[in-house]
């Protein structure tokens, strides 16, 4: 299976291959209409969709791969939008090379990529009222006292960081309880580990 590269700019083209081209086996389009023929013709795993390409409309229609969205001046409306649309991942056109490769593999591996700050207002819009008291783990998955405080922040949209000064603890700490509430919990990102607390109110 391959990615799709996929921007009317030869300049943003030629940057997402040669970050790419080493770990992945790339098709590369410029227009609607070769993306659209790439597609009937060959089994696609990802379709990176610079957004000025293409309109809501059309990315909507977009059913036979995975889609990662680029956009030249992202804005977390159009992020909205795009995620309701079955978007799997949105970030800027100028993403670092060594964060489009983590996003890249991220998408690849079934999980969902928008940069922190949108992860963070997605889970405090969606999750406002989580209410510490009521939060339940299920009883085999035993996640330990420090663990729950972790989890519960996780799902107020906190960071590592602010996890880590709201604790009294490093954020290297943090990032391993967060990595063993993944494992209890059968979860693989932040906002899944937000649907499951919810779940437990």
Known sequence: MSILISS??????KRWTQI???EHKLLI???ILELKSIIQQNTIELILLHRSMADMGFISELTAARIFVLSDIPNDNEA???L???VVGFANTYISAARLKEAVNTILTGRVWVGQKLMQKIIRGAYPAIDEKRIKTIPEHNLSDREEEVALLVSKGKSNLEI???LNISERTVKAHISSIFKKTKTESRLQLALYIKAMN
């Open 8 to 13: 009317a700019n030869a300049t943003t083209r």
């Open 20 to 22: 790419l081209q080493d």
């Open 29 to 31: 389009v410029s227009d």
């Open 80 to 82: 909205f939008t795009l």
């Open 84 to 86: 309701r649309h079955g």
């Open 164 to 166: 880590a000064a709201e």
